[in-house]
């Protein structure tokens, strides 16, 4: 049975690698944020790696995520890579999606979790999200709103919402993060892995993460922010700038999401070359040494997969699993 499996799966990948030199002819796009952002800098690994198996692919930044999935309602791009309660929250026209439902976003796959944090200067002395309370951190997010429910979460890890901090107005991701280097502000928020905070720590001299609770009232806590937000523990390792000892850190789940104008020939294209390429993606960027193939059809509350997704996975008789 074991061999008949593997068989099958590897007659599947072959036949779905050969749809790579029909969509070959045709370039497509995977909308991200700008440089500097870990999305961008997985979209850049993501197209060189697929590119080796005939799949052209461009990387286009968009200033903040309503861009990028208003790029793939509109088909302006075929691609992206969000965080799935972002996805769900556009697809349902809530938050800063208000009156903009975005009808046409189809799940391809989980890629990866994604732990985030507010992370400080070394030299602040701060190593608790309470100590927070009355400082100066990131606050408005009006090229990048979908912070504002981020940092809440963090805030609550510590018991603090941001009533309890002085909200510094600042317009995107990356600007919060200079904000911190030029010490307008005393925290920033990023994922961990992301090259800005290497930049940051190089800069200031030192950076670190700072560490909430994450017991159960907590988990309720940021789960009523976003429903597909947990807690994960995140070693120390030398690409995870600002993490000096195992923490559990708020988490959410990178997808890869289409336009509903993309052909089922595309993405099964792009998932089997993605699987075949996943050791060098890896290489090139570490975190998607958490990407696999077989992990990567979840069951998202709210979410609608791309029928090509749905066929990939049901070839390889890869399973839907639970949230």
């Not at 005939?54 to 969000?82: D, H, K, T």
């Not at 009808?103 to 608790?128: C, E, F, H, W």
């Not at 708020?250 to 996943?278: P, Y």
Request: glycine share 10%; hydrophobic share 45%; aromatic share 8%.
């Amino acid at each position: 049975m074991m061999k008949k499996q593997l068989i099958a799966g590897a007659l599947a990948l072959g036949a779905t690698l050969g749809l790579a030199a029909q969509v070959g002819a045709q370039t497509v796009s995977i909308a991200t944020l700008p440089q500097g952002s870990v999305w961008n800098t997985m979209g850049n690994v993501i197209a060189g790696a697929v590119r080796e198996d005939g799949v052209r692919m461009v990387v286009q930044p968009y200033g903040g995520n309503l861009a990028m999935m208003q790029a793939l309602e509109q088909g302006l791009a075929e691609f992206s890579i969000n965080d799935i309660n972002d996805v769900i929250a556009a697809a349902e026209g809530i938050d800063h999606y208000d009156g903009q439902a975005q009808s046409n976003l189809r799940i391809v796959a989980k890629i990866n979790p994604l732990p985030i944090g507010l992370y400080v200067r070394t030299d602040s002395g701060m190593t608790q999200m309470s100590e927070l309370e009355g400082r100066r951190v990131s606050s408005g997010w009006d090229g990048f709103p979908l912070a504002n429910s981020h940092v809440s979460a963090l805030l609550a890890t510590g018991g603090l919402t941001y009533d309890d901090v002085e909200g510094v107005p600042t317009p995107g991701l990356i600007r919060g993060s200079d904000d911190l280097a030029a010490g307008r502000t005393e925290a920033a928020f990023f994922a961990v892995g992301g090259p800005k905070v290497a930049e940051v720590n190089a800069t200031v001299d030192g950076v670190r993460f700072l560490q909430g609770a994450s017991d159960d009232a907590t988990l309720n806590a940021i789960q009523a922010i976003r429903p597909a937000f947990y807690f994960s523990e995140v070693q120390p390792a030398p690409f995870r700038v600002g993490i000096e000892e195992p923490m559990m850190m708020v988490t959410w789940d990178n997808v890869l999401v289409a336009g509903a104008h993309v052909s089922d020939e595309t993405v099964m294209a792009l998932l089997a070359s993605m699987a075949e390429r996943q050791s060098d993606m890896a290489e090139a960027f570490p975190p998607f040494g958490a990407f696999g193939i077989e992990r990567s059809y979840v069951d998202y509350p709210g979410a609608v997969y791309h029928p090509g997704a749905i066929a990939f996975f049901e070839e390889r008789g890869i399973a839907l699993q639970d949230f």
